[in-house]
C-alpha cells in the first residue's frame, strides 16, 4: 500500500524523491511543475539528483525513444547529475 501524501504536499515530491532515491533520471511530461521542484531540491542541496528530461506531448514516442537511446549509450550517468533537459 503506497503512503498517504500529507496535506498540501505536491503529488509530484514522492516521484522525484523515487527517481533520486533509485539513482534515476525523471523523465516527464509535466513542464509546469518538474522544473521549480528539480531546481528546489538541488537549491536545498539534496546530493542526489540524477537529472530530468522532459519530453512534449506532442513528441512522436519512437522519436523519444531514439533519444533516450542514445543518452543511454553515449553518456555516463554522472553526466547527468543536477543536470535538466527538454526532449
Known amino acids: 500500500m503506497s ?3 500529507a496535506c498540501g504536499q505536491p503529488a509530484i515530491q514522492p516521484s522525484s524523491n523515487f527517481a533520486a532515491q533509485q539513482n534515476r533520471i525523471l523523465i516527464t511530461h509535466d513542464r509546469g511543475t518538474m522544473p521549480r521542484y528539480f531546481f528546489e531540491r538541488i537549491a536545498a542541496e539534496k546530493s542526489n539528483n540524477p537529472g530530468l528530461l522532459i519530453v512534449r506531448q506532442e513528441c512522436a514516442i519512437g522519436a523519444v525513444i531514439e533519444s533516450l537511446m542514445l543518452i543511454w549509450a553515449a553518456s555516463p550517468q ?3 547529475r543536477d543536470r535538466m533537459e527538454y526532449l
Request: aromatic share 16%.
Open 3 to 5: 503512503k498517504p501524501l
Open 78 to 80: 554522472e553526466e547527468w
